[in-house]
């Protein structure tokens, strides 16, 4: 950051009084800027035995298959945020099942909230972020085609917990070190 989105003039990073540590501090109008991670919100649309898939059909990871997400906007809630997000890449209409899995992902700033849902329906279609849009079976799914190590760890997670029948919540985290190695073989 170079000037302040308050009032346009140039600003330096230091510690801002009684905090612990640095933030971008305009020089003119002393407005503190806090730089905070993004959240992620996403589902696992569900249909019976099986689930929607998108192929990507933008960067980073063009061509590789993810389950409908993205970043969350101001004015909405996780659960709105993570529907909306479904219709836009899949064309899919869901029923929010419950909260399912958060994954920090400190290292790039985002936090991912990823809710079970089931379709409402069979309407679903290739939306604009996406070449393809699919529902698979545990079997169809081509581990080595997804797009991001949180997606990997996310669909083994719900697949072990559907073999249990038994769906708790999830925390975990996605390191720099796991994403590089996921980047790297891929």
Request: glycine share 6%; proline share 4%.
């Amino acid at each position: 950051m170079k000037y302040c989105n308050q009032c346009g003039s140039k600003g330096a990073y230091g510690i801002p009084q009684g905090d612990d540590r640095p933030r971008f501090i305009c020089d003119n109008c002393q407005t503190i800027h806090y730089q905070n991670p993004k959240l992620v919100v996403g589902c696992i649309p569900l249909w019976e035995d099986r689930l929607l898939m998108c192929r990507r059909a933008i960067q980073p990871r063009y061509g590789k298959w993810t389950i409908p997400a993205g970043f969350l906007e101001i004015g909405e809630t996780v659960e709105e945020g993570a529907i909306r997000e479904t219709y836009e890449e899949a064309g899919a209409k869901v029923e929010i099942l419950k909260p399912y899995a958060l994954y920090n992902l400190s290292f790039i700033g985002q936090v991912y909230l990823i809710f079970l849902s089931r379709l409402e329906d069979l309407n679903f279609r290739v939306g604009y972020e996406s070449l393809e849009v699919r529902l698979l079976e545990a079997h169809e799914i081509v581990w080595e085609e997804l797009a991001f190590p949180v997606i990997r760890e996310v669909l083994q997670l719900y697949f072990k917990d559907a073999s249990k029948g038994i769906f708790n919540f999830h925390i975990a985290d996605i390191t720099l070190e796991m994403n590089q190695k996921f980047m790297a073989i891929r």
